[in-house]
């Protein structure tokens, strides 16, 4: 590798950004990489159980306590942002099961997106200087991708711990290349947040028990993304209509609340039908038609039956009759999990329909979690049907029932 002047080294920095920005990433910035700044914060989190099920956190935490540990002489971390932000769909008119997806993952995957294109990045900045050696990461390495994006002046942390920029939010993805050639490095922002805690106040299933800190095993995206087994009971209510991911947190923020500005990336927009996809005609997915509809898309990372899963649980959220027949159908799926949270549904629905179809139901499951499941739900129905019970006294009236408060985004940007 050569050797660089202060100048060279201005000169090399002003290049490499220019080139990153022509690609598509901004905002743009470079840190020295020196051991993460947070690295304490970070194993205590992961001593407070915070990290939920998520193995991988826990795994490689000596490379991930320092980028000299996978890139030997490592010297930059240059970061880079990707925005991913969506136009707001008009609502639609119809009165079909709806749920919602997190911006984020509506169109392609952007880890497929954002390493071909950072590698491409690192194959021009090697024509400069062949001997620089690098190491690209989008999302999946062991590296604190915010600690290291902030230090670069990419954005300060929120209080629901999202990196936001001053002009562009904070509806944009992070990724990096270590380098082993300096830079000139950028200096972190100022945060912003002040007073504010609409965040905190915002999220239905209060997983920000202090500003800058979140509990994964609370977090909507958590529970609908990465748990791989049963919603516990207390969130599923809370849940909402979220089927994979959450964007409460971010929509509620004021840096985020001005026109979208939407992607430019035509992969990362929204595919047709994810902006308000049709709860029913998930819960009815076979492998085949989950594999051919999310193929190249985040989406397939909850595999099919943790995403009728969630579907089952918006369904019960919506608390409508017409839904009883595909959650019945859902209660003879493959999957235990599948299974048990079509029952909770139907016993959140209740009324003599989804009572009949969780009996039959009960008289030949095999699986005692499921068998459990639908005792519960029968139980439910018993007490919220009965005289005095939270349904009983509305059967007069339309068979719908109430979501939680929380349920549903507190603000009008809420759906979009
Ligand atoms: C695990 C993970 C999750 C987990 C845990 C999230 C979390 N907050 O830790 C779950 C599944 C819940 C999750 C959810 C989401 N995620 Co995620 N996730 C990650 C991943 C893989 C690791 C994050 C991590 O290490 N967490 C552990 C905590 C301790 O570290 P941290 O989040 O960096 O927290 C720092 C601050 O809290 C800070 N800090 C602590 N105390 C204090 C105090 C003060 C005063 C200050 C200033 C700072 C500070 O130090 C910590 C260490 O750096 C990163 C990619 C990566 N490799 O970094 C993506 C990543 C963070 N996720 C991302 C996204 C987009 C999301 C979602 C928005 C997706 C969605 N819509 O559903 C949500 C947001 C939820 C939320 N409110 O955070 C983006 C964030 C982009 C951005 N602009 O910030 C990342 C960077 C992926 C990417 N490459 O783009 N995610
Ligand atoms: S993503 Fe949703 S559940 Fe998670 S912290 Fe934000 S508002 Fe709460
Ligand atoms: S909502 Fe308020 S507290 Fe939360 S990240 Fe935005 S500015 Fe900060």
Redesign the pocket.
């Known amino acids: 590798m050569a050797t660089y002047s202060e100048n060279d080294k201005r000169k090399l920095t002003a290049q490499i950004k220019h080139k990153a920005r022509g690609m598509g990433f901004s905002p743009v910035g470079v840190a020295p990489a020196g051991p993460?700044e947070?690295w304490g914060?970070?194993l205590d989190?992961l001593s407070k159980g915070y990290?939920g099920q998520?193995e991988y956190?826990v795994r490689n935490l000596d490379r991930r306590s320092h980028p000299g540990k996978v890139l030997p002489g490592a010297r930059t971390v240059l970061c880079v942002?990707m925005n991913y932000d969506q136009e707001r769909g008009a609502e639609p008119a119809d009165e079909r099961p709806r749920g919602r997806i997190?911006r984020?993952a509506r169109g392609d995957d952007y880890h497929d997106l954002m390493n071909a294109r950072l590698k491409r990045l690192l194959g021009w900045i090697q024509t400069l200087d062949p001997g620089v050696k690098g190491r690209v990461y989008?999302?999946?390495?062991p590296?604190?991708?915010?600690?290291f994006a902030a230090r670069a002046g990419l954005?300060?942390?929120g209080k629901?711990?999202?990196?936001i920029h001053k002009r562009k939010g904070?509806w944009?993805?992070?990724?990096e290349i270590l380098l082993t050639v300096p830079l000139v490095y950028d200096r972190p922002v100022a945060?912003h947040c002040g007073t504010c805690t609409l965040c905190m106040d915002a999220c239905p299933t209060d997983a920000?028990p202090q500003?800058?800190?979140?509990d994964?095993n609370r977090?909507i995206?958590?529970l609908t993304?990465?748990l791989k087994g049963a919603i516990p009971r207390p969130y599923r209510e809370k849940m909402g209509d979220w089927i994979y991911?959450?964007?409460i947190?971010?929509e509620v923020c004021p840096w985020n609340r001005k026109q979208a500005r939407p992607t430019a990336e035509p992969s990362l927009k929204a595919r047709a039908g994810l902006d308000a996809p049709e709860l029913d005609e998930l819960l009815s997915m076979d492998q085949t038609a989950f594999s051919r509809r999310f193929r190249g898309s985040p989406i397939k990372r909850a595999r099919r039956r943790g995403l009728l899963r969630n579907a089952a649980v918006a369904l019960g959220n919506r608390g409508t009759a017409v839904d009883i027949p595909v959650l019945t159908a859902a209660l003879s799926d493959g999957e235990p999990l599948v299974r048990s949270h079509a029952a909770w549904a139907l016993g959140r629905i209740g009324g003599p329909d989804a009572r009949r179809a969780l009996s039959e139901a009960a008289g030949s499951e095999t699986d005692e979690t499921v068998r459990e499941e639908i005792g519960m739900a029968l139980d439910e129905i018993d007490v919220a049907d009965g005289p005095g019970g939270r349904r009983g006294r509305k059967r007069e009236g339309p068979e719908t029932s109430k979501p939680d408060k929380h349920s549903r985004v507190p603000h009008a940007a809420s759906r979009h």
């Open positions: 993460p947070h914060f970070y989190w990290a998520m956190l942002g997190s984020y989008v999302d999946t390495g590296v604190l991708e915010r600690d954005g300060w942390f629901h711990t999202n990196l904070s944009f993805f992070l990724g945060d920000i500003p800058y800190v979140l994964s977090c995206s958590y993304i990465e991911g959450c964007d947190c971010q």
